[in-house]
């Protein structure tokens, strides 16, 4: 069963980093456009940065100049470096396909607080 396993969330102060990594269990095909979204209570997912196979990520407006995708196809797996975390980072994030093709895995949660 194909899965996205999500990690490396956690708390940290504003102005803070983390990454995050999402890898491909289980079978699959590769992961051709990947993309980190992230999610708030309430709220449907909010796609925040693509990466094409053999292309230039592009991000929203909102973590454009903090966050940097990138990806590892030997491992199946997309990575999401943050820095300069501001509150409004606070979700818990997800990887998938875009559009989203896989059933959402777990996430991770990231929590910016001081």
């Known amino acids: 069963q194909v899965q996205l396993v999500e990690s490396g969330g956690g708390l940290v102060q504003p102005g803070g980093s983390l990454t995050l990594s999402c890898t491909l269990t289980?079978?699959?095909?590769?992961?051709?456009?990947v993309a980190w979204y992230r999610q708030v209570p309430g709220q449907q997912h909010e796609l925040i940065a693509g990466?094409?196979?053999?292309?230039?990520?592009d991000y929203a407006d909102s973590v454009k100049g903090r966050f940097t995708i990138s990806r590892d196809d030997a491992k199946r797996s997309v990575y999401l470096q943050m820095t300069s975390l501001e509150f409004e980072d606070t979700a818990a994030y997800y990887c998938?396909?875009?559009?989203?093709?896989?059933?959402w895995g777990q996430g991770t949660q990231v929590t910016v607080s001081s």
């Open positions: 998938n396909t875009r559009p989203p093709s896989y059933t």
């Open positions: 289980g079978g699959g095909d590769r992961l051709l456009h």
């Open positions: 990466l094409l196979s053999r292309g230039l990520p």
